[in-house]
T-cell receptor, first 115, second 113 residues
Framework: DTGVSQDPRHKITKRGQNVTFRCDPI?????LYWYRQTLGQGPEFLTYFQNEAQLEKSRLLSDRFSAERPKGSFSTLEIQRTEQGDSAMYLCASARDPERFYEQYFGPGTRLTVT | GNSVTQMEGPVTLSEEAFLTINCTYT??????LFWYVQYPGEGLQLLLK?????DKGSNKGFEATYRKETTSFHLEKGSVQVSDSAVYFCALPLTDSWGKLQFGAGTQVVVTP
């Protein structure tokens, strides 16, 4: 069990650029979640996958955001035309389905700074 | 919808002091309740959980009891160590959540030698 990994750990980009983050979950976990965390706040749910299917997206996820999980393994989160308000820590978590999907294992996060 | 409110930090304590972090919730029914911890530079980790009323979750010397009468899930530790310095998050499932968690704002705990 190597844990959840995220890449990159830090990303600085200029407003209007596109960015993509990657998450590698724990291998036997078929649930994968994306959260966003801003300074002084708890994580906020963005979207989640069961295997390769994206089952729900939060209203926080505007049409500039897209997430994929091809083949039910790693996941990517892309933000197009970044805005300064997108600056946050993006967290990925995975869990075993169906009985333990609240026991989520989080990665270290990708900190995005939009200048 | 379901929500949690937890006490603001930072909470600064001396080593071996008693720690309490208050968490109250609003929920439909009686969902499971969780405490997650985030150590500096690390990802959030599940610290403990309780799945029904009057359950006590415990781990690493921390305890929390699910109290439906007061809609609370306060986190306690009898004797903190410097290594307990972290941010602690109370959480519960979002309504109709299928695993989506609603987190509190977090409480930073600083333990000094």
């Amino acid at each position: 069990d190597t844990g959840v990994s995220q890449d990159p750990r830090h990303k600085i980009t200029k407003r209007g650029q596109n960015v993509t983050f990657r998450c590698d979950p724990i291998s036997e976990h078929n649930r994968l979640y994306w959260y966003r965390q801003t300074l002084g706040q708890g994580p906020e749910f963005l979207t989640y996958f069961q295997n390769e299917a994206q089952l729900e997206k939060s209203r926080l996820l505007s049409d500039r955001f897209s997430a994929e999980r091809p083949k039910g393994s790693f996941s990517t989160l892309e933000i197009q035309r970044t805005e300064q308000g997108d600056s946050a820590m993006y967290l990925c978590a995975s869990a075993r389905d169906p009985e333990r999907f609240y026991e989520q294992y989080f990665g270290p996060g990708t900190r995005l700074t939009v200048t | 919808g379901n929500s949690v409110t937890q006490m603001e930090g930072p909470v600064t304590l001396s080593e071996e002091a008693f720690l309490t972090i208050n968490c109250t919730y609003t929920a439909t029914g009686y969902p499971s309740l969780f405490w997650y911890v985030q150590y500096p530079g690390e990802g959030l980790q599940l610290l403990l959980k309780a799945t029904k009323a009057d359950d006590k979750g415990s781990n690493k010397g921390f305890e929390a009891t699910y109290r439906k009468e007061t809609t609370s899930f306060h986190l306690e530790k009898g004797s903190v160590q410097v290594s307990d310095s972290a941010v602690y998050f109370c959480a519960l499932p979002l309504t109709d959540s299928w695993g989506k968690l609603q987190f509190g704002a977090g409480t930073q705990v600083v333990v000094t030698p």
